[in-house]
T-cell receptor
Framework: DAGVIQSPRHEVTEMGQEVTLRCKPISGHDYLFWYRQTMMRGLELLIYFNNNVPIDDSGMPEDRFSAKMPNASFSTLKIQPSEPRDSAVYFC???????????FGSGTRLTVV | AQTVTQSQPEMSVQEAETVTLSCTYDTSESDYYLFWYKQPPSRQMILVIRQEAYKQQNATENRFSVNFQKAAKSFSLKISDSQLGDAAMYFCAYRSQVGLTQGGSEKLVFGKGTKLTVNP
């Protein structure tokens, strides 16, 4: 298995632009999680899905952030418009049984200038 | 809400020696799951070890073992025979026993991490 695949690995964009981060979970994993990592706040859960349905989006910072999971093999996290404070590493993770832990992707480092 | 605290921002160890990373957590639950994740410079988050709170036996994975003290809400990670490849950020994480199907949440709550340096 190729693991959880995220793209792009790095993204640099200008303030105000739309940014889309992509994730392909491990086949058969029913849960998909989006986390954000910053020096100040550490790892924060943004949203998670179960069977493609959003379950908990309480960590989504504001209306500028949206996430979708149109099918079991693909999810996107969109920021529109982006701001410098959105600069962070965004991780996608998937799990068959969360009590056994997650498998993380390699993350997308987003820089908004 | 559950919280996870890692009180050591940085630690260092000599190659081949043993080091212990600390983690404490706050919860009112009696059953839950605890994890240690490793994040090397490559950025990939890698699951190191997992502990179920209802199991009294401490989990071990090769050179990695935990000291789980439920009453003290402590979950430390011991790395034996440290290797240069062990250099990384280490994160402690908590997951509630009450999962989604029981009206709870599947999310992991992470500590802020400990940066481990291994000196040759």
């Amino acid at each position: 298995d190729a693991g959880v695949i995220q793209s792009p690995r790095h993204e640099v964009t200008e303030m105000g632009q739309e940014v889309t981060l992509r994730c392909k979970p491990i086949s058969g994993h029913d849960y998909l999680f989006w986390y954000r990592q910053t020096m100040m706040r550490g790892l924060e859960l943004l949203i998670y899905f179960n069977n493609n349905v959003p379950i908990d989006d309480s960590g989504m910072p504001e209306d500028r952030f949206s996430a979708k999971m149109p099918n079991a093999s693909f999810s996107t996290l969109k920021i529109q418009p982006s701001e410098p404070r959105d600069s962070a590493v965004y991780f996608c993770a998937s799990s068959l049984l969360p009590s056994s832990g997650y498998t993380f992707g390699s993350g997308t480092r987003l820089t908004v200038v | 809400a559950q919280t996870v605290t890692q009180s050591q921002p940085e630690m260092s160890v000599q190659e081949a020696e043993t080091v212990t990373l600390s983690c404490t957590y706050d919860t009112s639950e009696s059953d839950y799951y605890l994890f240690w994740y490793k994040q090397p410079p490559s950025r990939q988050m890698i699951l190191v070890i997992r502990q179920e709170a209802y199991k009294q036996q401490n989990a071990t994975e090769n050179r990695f073992s935990v000291n789980f003290q439920k009453a003290a809400k402590s979950f430390s990670l011991k790395i034996s025979d440290s290797q240069l490849g062990d250099a990384a950020m280490y994160f402690c994480a908590y997951r509630s026993q009450v999962g989604l199907t029981q009206g709870g949440s599947e999310k992991l709550v992470f500590g802020k991490g400990t940066k481990l340096t291994v000196n040759p």
